[in-house]
T-cell receptor
C-alpha cells in the first residue's frame, strides 16, 4: 500500500530564503507525482507535475525533482515571499490514476 | 487549461438531511472522476472512484450507502451525503481525469472543493 510522507510538517522562514520541501513514498511504481499548493479553506492549485520518466520540472521560482528509485521528491522554492505561505501537498499517482496525498507541509514566510 | 467546477462551494445542512455535491468538467470529457475528503488540518483522503456509466468503486472504510455517487455523463459526477451527521462535516474535493485528449499524461484536474457543515 502506497504511503506518502512529507517533511517537515511545518516550516517558518524569513522572506528571501531558499527552501526545500521533502516528499517520500513507499512504492516506486508510480506514473507521476504532483505538487500542489493549498491556501486555508481553499482548493488545490497544481504547481508542478513530474512524469515517472522525468527527473525534474521547473516553473518560475519552483523546481521539483523526482528520484523514483529512492522514493523521493523535493520541491525547491527560491527567494521565498510572504505570498508563498500556504500548505504544500505532494501526491503520487499509480496505474489506477488514483492520487495518494502526502501529509502536507505548512509553510509560513515571514516579512 | 482544463477546468473542473464544484457546486455548491459551501453548504450548511441539518443533521439527518441529504446533500448533493456536483463535480463538472467544463471543457473536457472525463470518464473517471475521483472524490476526496479533507478534515481540518489533515491531508486529502480518497473516498471513491467514479466511472461514467458504471458503479463507483469505494475505498476501504467508506460507506457506499452513505456516500452515493452517480456519474451519469462524461462531464458530471455527483456525490450525495445521505442522512448527514456532524461528523460528515468536511471539505469535499473532486478531480477529473481527462479522456481522449492529445498528450494524455494521466494528469487530473481538481475542483475548488465544497465545504459541508452539518449542524
Amino acid at each position: 500500500k502506497q504511503e506518502v510522507t512529507q517533511i517537515p510538517a511545518a516550516l517558518s522562514v524569513p522572506e528571501g530564503e531558499n527552501l526545500v520541501l521533502n516528499c517520500s513514498f513507499t512504492d516506486s511504481a508510480i506514473y507521476n507525482l504532483q505538487w500542489f499548493r493549498q491556501d486555508p479553506g481553499k482548493g488545490l492549485t497544481s504547481l508542478l507535475l513530474i512524469q515517472s520518466s522525468q527527473r525534474e520540472q521547473t516553473s518560475g521560482r519552483l523546481n521539483a525533482s523526482l528520484d523514483k528509485s529512492s522514493g523521493r521528491s523535493t520541491l525547491y522554492i527560491a527567494a521565498s515571499q510572504p505570498g508563498d505561505s500556504a500548505t504544500y501537498l505532494c501526491a503520487v499517482s499509480s496505474g489506477t490514476y488514483k492520487y495518494i496525498f502526502g501529509t502536507g507541509t505548512r509553510l509560513k514566510v515571514l516579512a | 487549461g482544463a477546468v473542473v467546477s464544484q457546486h455548491p462551494s459551501w453548504v450548511i445542512c441539518k443533521s439527518g438531511t441529504s446533500v448533493k455535491i456536483e463535480c463538472r468538467s467544463l471543457d473536457f470529457q472525463a470518464t473517471t472522476m475521483f472524490w476526496y475528503r479533507q478534515f481540518p488540518k489533515q491531508s486529502l483522503m480518497l473516498m471513491a472512484t467514479s466511472n461514467e456509466g458504471s458503479k463507483a468503486t469505494y475505498e476501504q472504510g467508506v460507506e457506499k450507502d452513505k456516500f452515493l455517487i452517480n456519474h451519469a455523463s462524461l462531464t458530471l459526477s455527483t456525490l450525495t451525503v445521505t442522512s448527514a451527521h456532524p461528523e460528515d462535516s468536511s471539505f469535499y474535493i473532486c478531480s477529473a481525469k481527462s479522456s481522449g485528449l492529445a498528450g494524455d499524461s494521466y494528469e487530473q484536474y481538481f475542483g475548488p472543493g465544497t465545504r459541508l457543515t452539518v449542524t
